[in-house]
């Protein structure tokens, strides 16, 4: 059964940037439009960017022009480059399909703290 491992969260001060990754087991990646989703503390998940492919994507307005999501067909990887990074940003980030198919990963923690 295909998994997702997303990782390169950390802690990281306002202002500071974070790559991260997330790599689809199996083939069917190049399938599928993909997206970042993020759980706040004591929040519902939700989406942060969404990509069909990469010249064809979507931020949400909290994110727009500091997070940019990218993909890599041929290494079943999507990422997302997180810059200017606010404490509101905390939260555990997962990648999945923008229909999410895929069973949900642990996640990768991102803390922005000064």
């Known amino acids: 059964q295909e998994h997702v491992v997303e990782s390169g969260g950390g802690l990281v001060h306002p202002g500071g940037s974070l790559n991260l990754s997330c790599v689809l087991s199996g083939n069917t990646f190049s399938t599928y439009s993909m997206a970042w989703y993020r759980r706040a503390p004591g929040k519902e998940r939700e989406r942060v960017a969404g990509?069909?492919?990469?010249?064809?994507?979507k931020s949400d307005d909290s994110v727009k022009g500091r997070f940019t999501i990218s993909r890599d067909d041929s290494k079943s990887t999507l990422y997302l480059q997180m810059s200017s990074l606010k404490p509101e940003d905390t939260a555990v980030y997962y990648c999945n399909s923008l229909s999410q198919l895929y069973d949900w990963g642990q996640g990768t923690q991102v803390t922005v703290s000064s």
């Open positions: 990509i069909i492919d990469n010249h064809s994507k």
